[in-house]
């Protein structure tokens, strides 16, 4: 499958990861929106949260996310899971935003 976040997460393409266990790899936005924001991705595909069929996958993902932010020391961040285009979501490999280091609005544009 053509997927490029897949690619990251088996190292097809060599990413810097500032995460990784067994399940999951988390790295820098290629496009960052905030002075910290990172990716979280499950290394088996699932093209949005739809599809996650789980609890173990949704509990992979999300509970990386509290250990990396303490490897980093943030305490206030936002993370963010654009599902369907219309809600913003470009890459179809489920991804969690984690941005942090500026304030942020709510509610989101
Ligand atoms: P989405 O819009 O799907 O919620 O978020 C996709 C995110 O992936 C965007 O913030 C974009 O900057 C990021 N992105 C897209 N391609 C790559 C890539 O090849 N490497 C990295 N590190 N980030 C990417
Ligand atoms: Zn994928």
Known sequence: MDCIFCKIANKEIPTNLI???ENVAAFNDLNPQAPVHFLVIPKKHYASLSEIDSKEAFGNIFSAIPKITAKLGIKEYRTVVNTGADAGQTVFHIHVH????????????
Do not use: H, I, L, Q
Not at 98 to 109: H, I, L, S, T
């Open 19 to 21: 995460y990784e266990d």
């Open 98 to 109: 984690v941005m942090a280091g500026r304030k942020f609005n709510w509610p989101a544009g």
